[in-house]
């Protein structure tokens, strides 16, 4: 195996000497915090002033809408605003909350009036202006997959909306596992996070034939309270907003418990964020008062606390890989490199040159690199009879994904805490003798010479193979015709096995499952 020298962001658990180093605990950190203006009524949302230009801030309200520039403010609108999106350089929709509707206004002239919704009007109507009605709607934001269309969160109708910005015509998103949604933040152009009964965020993912699914992605629908660590363990109390810091990171606003954490979309972690620059950064730093808004301009992070607006500077990512001890040798770690898409993509024998601090929540090293050609990741595996010919229609392909995510679902929350199954990886599976073999991937990563699957696993499995849901594909469509997809068992009469999926630690090969090697 060839040697070769790269610049790897260190992201997992050790294999080797574990000792070697510390562990990494996320969070972030700003060493500058500073009232940046007093608004005298609490904010609800804070955006750049597209219309104005030079740096100052568009700020929705309890007593409306105004733009400052921290110096001079000057009131627009004297509405309740919730929230408010600018179309254009001009025109901003406003959020009219206890009035169920949205509204216009030209900056130019002045001019403002209903857009969506029957203003005074409560209900849940999908047409156009005047008769199109929402109920007490918060969160809007442009669509950025379609210009023309706006999203709304329609709270008491627990409905993600969809307002065309020309008629004002209603349509239904998605009404699918929402409670009371309210604030909205785009995570790239196929998915949007949605806020939902203040204390827990889902996100919509929108697939390429046009399909919707929700899921939660942290926090709870009935447990309100104060916690960091795995997504799954995290716990807000009032999240009022979530701002993207870098691709698959974010800053959410916990404003009951009054502070701010760190959501890692790519270690599927939630971290604590200190304002003070305390060192080491464990709790997040308890803030004056409630945040209710957040937006990041420039590098600078502006956040409403009820009614002042304060703004953090100097944000630094921990960097708990420094416990370098002298004489080590070489050392196994789990490895990425940053510009790939994969969680974890490289696993081989490291030989730690030099440590430097990383603008990312993780730390970077200068390393010699031996890959190894295969890498192993621990799997659920389950067996299905299924005709493989039908494998091959594109319409069924779409039932047996949705089947695939599904069950993916179920094995994460029976797994808890003991496993990951990461948002990004997709299930894998291969159709042969007319038998679908599905592996459900999580996120722990094995060397090569591992052949059998750890010990550990049996209480996990246990529990999913006690679930109904798993007996089989449930992918039955009246538009196709077979007689069962049912689960098949092993030799324990199990339908779901702990398995190990072999793949290529090198992307452009191939894995041949005979010769357990890649070309």
Same mark, same amino acid.
């Given at each position: ?212 699914? /929700?899921? !939660?992605?942290?926090?709870? &629908? #009935? ?5 960091? +660590? $795995? %997504?799954?363990? @995290? ?48 709790? /997040?730093? !308890?803030?004056?008062?409630? &945040? #209710? ?5 420039? +590098? $600078? %992070?502006?956040? @409403? ?56 929540? #993780? ?157």
């Amino acid at each position: 195996m060839d040697y070769k020298s790269v610049l790897l962001v260190i992201i997992g658990m050790f294999l080797g000497k574990t000792d070697a180093l510390q562990n990494l605990e996320l969070s972030l950190s700003y060493t500058n915090f500073e009232l940046f203006l007093k608004t005298h009524y609490p904010v609800y949302h804070i955006e750049p002033d597209t219309f104005k230009g030079n740096g100052s801030l568009l700020i929705g309200g309890s007593r409306g809408l105004e733009t400052t520039d921290g110096q001079t403010t000057t009131r627009i609108l004297i509405i309740f605003v919730s929230s408010f999106t600018q179309l254009n350089r001009t025109h901003v929709v406003v959020v009219h909350r206890f009035e169920h509707c949205l509204k216009i206004l030209n900056r130019e002239n002045g001019n403002f009036q209903t857009l969506a919704g029957t203003c005074g009007y409560s209900g849940y109507t999908e047409k156009g202006v005047p008769s199109g009605q929402h109920f007490k709607p918060f969160g809007v934001q442009l669509d950025i997959r379609n210009p023309g269309k706006l999203i709304v969160t329609d709270t008491y109708n627990h409905a993600l909306v969809s307002v065309d910005v020309q008629s004002g015509q209603l349509h239904t998103i998605t009404k699918s596992g929402f409670k009371e949604p309210s604030s909205l933040q785009w995570a790239n152009k196929q998915q949007v996070f949605v806020i939902n009964y203040h204390s827990y965020i889902s996100q919509v993912n929108w697939s390429n034939t046009g399909s919707v699914e /929700s899921h !939660v992605v942290t926090g709870s &629908p #009935t447990i309100q309270g104060d916690a960091i +660590g $795995k %997504m799954e363990q @995290a716990l807000f109390d009032t999240v009022a907003g979530v701002e993207k810091l870098r691709d698959n990171i974010y800053l959410v606003a916990d404003s009951k418990n009054r502070k701010l954490k760190l959501l890692d979309m790519n270690q599927q972690v939630v971290g604590a964020v200190c304002v003070r620059g305390e060192k080491p950064c464990s709790v /997040s730093s !308890v803030l004056p008062r409630e &945040p #209710t808004s957040l937006v990041e301009i420039e +590098g $600078k %992070m502006y956040v @409403a606390m009820h009614n002042n607006i304060y703004k953090l500077t100097g944000e630094s990512f921990a960097c708990k890989y420094v416990s370098l001890p002298s004489g080590e040798g070489r050392i196994q770690l789990r490895l990425t490199e940053p510009q790939l898409q994969s969680p974890v993509q490289h696993l081989g024998q490291v030989h730690v040159e030099q440590i430097a601090q990383s603008p990312y929540s #993780t730390c970077t090293y200068h390393s010699t690199v031996e890959d190894f050609p295969v890498t192993r990741r621990l799997s659920f595996r389950a067996k299905f009879n299924l005709p493989c010919s039908l494998m091959a229609e594109h319409g069924f392909k779409f039932y047996v994904k949705a089947a695939f995510r599904q069950k993916k679902k179920i094995i994460q929350e029976l797994c808890g805490k003991d496993c990951t199954l990461p948002l990004n990886l997709e299930p894998q599976s291969n159709c042969e003798n007319d038998t679908l073999t599905v592996y459900w991937l999580t996120s722990r990563i094995h060397l090569a010479d591992m052949e059998e699957p750890p010990e550990g696993m049996k209480k996990v499995t246990e529990q999913i193979n006690q679930s109904s849901l798993m007996t089989s594909l449930g992918s039955h469509d009246s538009s196709y015709s077979f007689d069962t997809d049912s689960a098949q068992t092993n030799t324990s009469r199990d339908m779901v096995e702990v398995a190990l999926f072999s793949t290529c630690t090198d992307p452009s090969q191939s894995y041949d499952s005979n010769t357990d090697s890649c070309s």
